[in-house]
C-alpha cells in the first residue's frame, strides 16, 4: 500500500511531461472513438461474473505486490513486479511457478537494472537495461544465460518488438536528452524513425510507466497524461481513442505556473487523470483512466463490447477495492484482472462456484490470482 501511495505522489511531481499540443481536438475526428466517461453506463463490480482463476504459486523466491506487469507466451505467463524490479517470475498457464529469469545482481548471468520486458508468442525472452543514456537490449535464455541483441543510443523507459524484427522505444519527455517521445529501430538499434516530438523545454525527471500493449498482433500505445491512445500499423502512429477526462483534465492554467510554485498545490487541490491501461482484440477493448482525487485515487474502467459498441463504466479505488482494481488484458470473450486471495475470498468467496474454490488452495503466502471475468458487455 505504502508503495502505491508513493508511485502516486511521484507521478503527480512529474505531470508536467504532458503536452496540450499531442491532445486532439474537441470535434470528432473519423475513425477516433471519442470517450465521454460522463455518458457511460456505471456498472459494480455485482455485475462482473467471475468465470475462471489463475492462481499464481508464491514461494519465498518470487514474493511478489501489486504493481505487476504480466505478459503471455502460447504456454506461460510472465510477470514483473514493477515495485521491486528484480526479475522476471515465469508460470506456466496453470500458474504453477517455473522459475525466474532476466535476474538483477551482480553476479553471473544478472543484469544491472531490468525495467521493461518483451515476450513472444513461442516465449521468448527480451529485456531492456537502460544504461546512461542508452538503451540495451539483452535475449535471456532458458539457462538464465544473456545475449546481448544491440544498444541503442536513445534514453528509453520501455519498448516493445515488432513482427518484422524491428523494435519501438518510448522515452518519455526526458528534455534534453530525448527529441522525439518514441522511436523505431531496426533489429541492430539503428534509428529509422522518431514520433511524438518532444517540445517541452523544461527539465524533466525520465520516468517508467508501460506505453505498449499488444494483443495478437496489433499494438496499443499510450503516454501518461495524455487522453489519446494509439494504434501503430504500417509504421505509422494513428490515433483510435480519446476520452474526455471531465473537471480531471489537466488545467489550462497549470501550464503558466512553475512545478514547485503553484503547479503541484494546484494538482492536489483539482486532481487529474491519465490512461494508464489499453487492451483490445476483436470482441473487447478494456481502457482503465487512473484518477487522483483529493480524496484518494480510483480508476475508471472502460469496458468496450467491440461487437456492438455498448460501453460500461466500472469504477474501482486503491484503499478498499481490490477485487478489480488491476486489469491486465483481455482473452477471448473474458476480461482479465490481478487481484490477490485474500481479497478473492473476502470480496467475491460466498460467490465462487466449487470448481473455481477448489483452485484457491491455502499457501504459506498470500499471492496472486488472474481473474476471468465476463459481464453484460459481452452478452447484449
Known amino acids: 500500500m505504502v508503495k502505491n501511495i508513493l508511485r502516486t505522489l511521484i507521478l503527480s511531481t512529474l505531470v508536467l511531461a504532458y503536452s496540450c499540443k ?9 475513425g477516433v472513438l471519442y470517450i465521454d466517461l460522463a455518458e457511460i453506463e456505471s456498472i459494480s463490480k455485482d455485475d462482473l461474473t467471475i468465470v475462471d482463476i489463475v492462481p499464481l504459486e508464491t514461494v519465498n523466491e518470487n514474493l511478489m505486490g501489486q504493481d505487476l506487469r504480466i505478459r503471455f507466451s502460447t504456454d506461460r505467463i510472465f510477470v514483473f513486479d514493477e515495485a521491486i524490479q528484480g526479475a522476471i517470475n515465469i508460470f506456466d498457464r496453470n500458474g504453477a511457478f517455473i522459475g525466474s529469469r532476466a535476474i538483477v545482481g551482480e553476479g553471473p ?10 515476450v513472444s508468442s513461442t516465449g521468448e525472452l527480451e529485456i531492456l ?14 539457462d538464465n544465460s544473456l545475449n546481448h541483441r544491440f544498444t541503442v543510443d536513445y534514453s528509453s523507459s520501455s519498448f516493445t518488438k515488432l513482427p518484422n524484427s524491428e523494435y519501438l522505444f518510448y522515452g518519455s519527455y526526458n528534455f534534453p536528452f530525448v527529441s522525439h517521445r518514441m522511436v523505431r529501430t531496426d533489429s541492430t538499434g539503428v534509428i529509422l524513425e522518431r514520433y511524438l516530438e518532444n517540445d517541452y523545454t523544461n527539465k524533466m525527471l525520465p520516468m517508467t510507466e508501460r ?5 495478437n498482433s496489433d499494438l496499443y500505445v499510450i503516454e501518461t497524461f495524455n487522453n489519446v491512445g494509439y494504434q501503430f500499423m504500417e509504421n505509422q502512429l494513428e490515433p ?4 474526455d477526462f471531465g473537471n480531471y483534465a489537466i488545467p489550462a492554467k497549470f501550464w503558466e505556473l512553475d512545478l514547485l510554485e503553484g503547479g503541484f498545490d494546484l494538482l492536489q487541490q483539482n486532481g487529474f487523470a491519465n490512461l494508464n491501461g489499453f487492451f483490445k482484440n476483436e470482441l473487447l477493448s478494456l481502457i482503465s483512466v487512473h484518477v487522483q482525487k483529493p480524496t484518494g485515487t480510483i480508476k475508471n474502467i472502460i469496458l468496450i463490447n467491440e461487437k456492438n459498441g455498448e460501453q460500461r463504466l466500472l469504477e474501482t479505488k486503491l484503499l478498499d477495492d481490490y477485487l478489480f482494481h488491476y486489469p491486465i488484458g483481455v482473452e477471448g470473450n ?36 488472474i481473474l476471468k471475468v465476463q459481464t453484460i458487455v459481452e452478452n447484449n
Not at 486532439?24 to 475526428?29: E, G, T, V
Not at 537495461?129 to 532458458?142: D, H, L, R, S, Y
Open 129 to 142: 537495461n537502460p544504461n546512461g543514456g542508452k538503451a540495451q537490449i539483452f535475449q535471456v535464455n532458458e
Open 334 to 369: 473474458q476480461f482479465l484482472f490481478l487481484t490477490y486471495r485474500s481479497t478473492l475470498l473476502e470480496d467475491y468467496g460466498n460467490l465462487l462456484s466449487d470448481n473455481i474454490r477448489s483452485k484457491v488452495p491455502e499457501m504459506e503466502y498470500d499471492y496472486p490470482v
Open 109 to 118: 548471468n544478472t543484469v544491472s537494472r531490468l525495467i521493461d520486458f518483451y
Open 22 to 30: 499531442d491532445k486532439l481536438s474537441d470535434q470528432d475526428i473519423e
Open 240 to 243: 483510435i481513442i480519446r476520452v
Open 211 to 215: 506505453n505498449f500493449f499488444n494483443t
